[in-house]
């Protein structure tokens, strides 16, 4: 009994200190709800919905981890809050599997491939939580339902989010989410966006973050030096911090030497910040555990800070007619090509003014003849966002009716 009183103190003084700052961890794997203990980064808690779980104040770095925090087929109630997951590289900052009843509250995850994901997973709430500079922000995958997004932030995100589930909802009493790629307006001057969010159905945008990242966040790109390409150029965002590395065939990599606009030769240890600039050249060579050394090597790094550029293309059958009108008919599939200097978008569009749907391949026009609008844009993996392009088409399906005259 004495050993389990000096533990709760030990973990109360913890607690206790958490209210002012965080504390580093490694990443927190949690399968089934006996899995929830101290030792998985449970602060208190019994479980129910009248005390559920609290998983709270921990930094998590994910780097060369595949998750931040995964929990896998629970059903006890739990709350994550007040954490900060910084650069799931590999998979998922947050990442549910066949979860019910649980809620993730006021956390900041930023710079990676996906913020939080939902897989199969139900009654889970997401709220008040600050997004950047992922791939994805929220993806709530297959299965997944009756979970509430509201009053988060995303920031930069190039496919902020992302709904395949059914009976989910992404605002709560009238308020949204904020979406740092949102065009709308606000003619009323509540705060709340005028017309929906496309990509996903969001009502009500706000206007003004509700959070923040905080100052120490950006983005994070690895660069594969074997990977690149013979030009040698690669396009990353402001602010990013590089990863590097590099393969080799035999005995494996020892070190990776690096210097950057003519300056000092230095091994590389950890993820770097880029110089204030909208071009950088950096050199470098890699050594392997014989001793072996590449030739130098340069690459030159941009600063993609321009939204991609989208062009609509019609396939066969159509017609450019002379007064610059292009006919289509319900066969004519509609192409989207867009080109941006990370290489890297996601294309949406619409027809008519109906729903926005995400651009995976050609597509047709269906419905009546006539005049027919494709509205289209697209945002690249670091958050520009092209305004939206409108093309005029104007869709024939009628064969040509002969009638003979008499003189």
Same mark, same amino acid.
């Given at each position: ?45 019994? %479980? ?89 922000g929220v993806l ?67 206007l003004e973050p ?51 606009? %003519? ?60 007064? %610059? ?6 066969r004519t599939p ?74």
């Amino acid at each position: 009994m004495r050993g389990v009183w000096l533990l709760l103190a030990a973990v109360g003084l913890a607690v206790g200190g958490l209210a002012q700052g965080w504390s580093p961890r490694d990443p927190i794997y949690i399968h089934g709800d006996k899995a929830f203990t101290w030792e998985n980064g449970v602060v208190k808690g019994s %479980g129910t919905p009248e005390d559920p779980y609290i998983i709270e104040g921990w930094i998590i770095d994910t780097r060369g981890h595949d998750y931040g925090i995964y929990i896998d087929g629970t059903r006890a109630h739990f709350v994550i809050r007040n954490c900060q997951i910084r650069y799931p590289q590999e998979r998922a900052g947050i990442f549910l599997s066949n979860v019910h009843n649980g809620r993730i509250e006021g956390n900041a995850i930023f710079g990676g491939k996906i913020a939080i994901h939902l897989l199969a997973s139900q009654n889970i709430v997401i709220t008040g939580n600050a997004i950047g500079y992922c791939d994805f922000g929220v993806l709530l995958g297959g299965m997944s339902q009756r979970n509430l997004v509201y009053g988060n932030a995303f920031f930069a995100c190039g496919f902020p989010a992302k709904d395949e589930g059914r009976d989910n909802r992404w605002h709560h009493e009238g308020r949204g989410n904020y979406w740092s790629d949102y065009r709308g307006q606000d003619l009323n001057r509540d705060k709340i966006g005028d017309t929906p969010y496309e990509l996903v159905p969001d009502p009500y945008p706000l206007l003004e973050p509700p959070v923040k990242l905080p100052p120490e966040a950006t983005p994070m790109r690895t660069v594969d030096l074997a990977k690149v390409a013979e030009r040698g150029i690669v396009a990353l965002a402001p602010k990013t911090l590089v990863r590097l590395v590099a393969q080799d065939v035999g005995v494996g990599v020892d070190k990776i030497f690096y210097r950057l606009d %003519g300056g000092e030769f230095r091994a590389y240890t950890d993820p770097f910040p880029l110089p204030d600039r909208a071009m950088v050249r950096m050199e470098y060579y890699a050594v392997d555990k014989l001793g072996n050394r590449e030739p130098t090597k340069t690459l030159t790094i941009y600063l993609d800070i321009h939204p991609p550029v989208t062009r609509i293309l019609a396939g066969q059958p159509s017609y450019l007619a002379p007064d %610059g009108k292009l006919w289509i008919t319900s066969r004519t599939p509609i192409e989207l090509k867009s080109e941006d200097a990370s290489g890297v978008v996601n294309i949406f569009y619409r027809i008519d003014g109906g729903e926005w749907r995400h651009y995976t391949g050609p597509f047709f026009v269906p419905g009546p003849e006539g005049p027919r609008k494709i509205e289209y844009y697209a945002i690249d993996a670091y958050g520009n966002r092209e305004e939206v392009q409108t093309a005029i088409v104007w869709k024939d399906d009628s064969p040509p009716v002969t009638q003979p005259s008499v003189p």
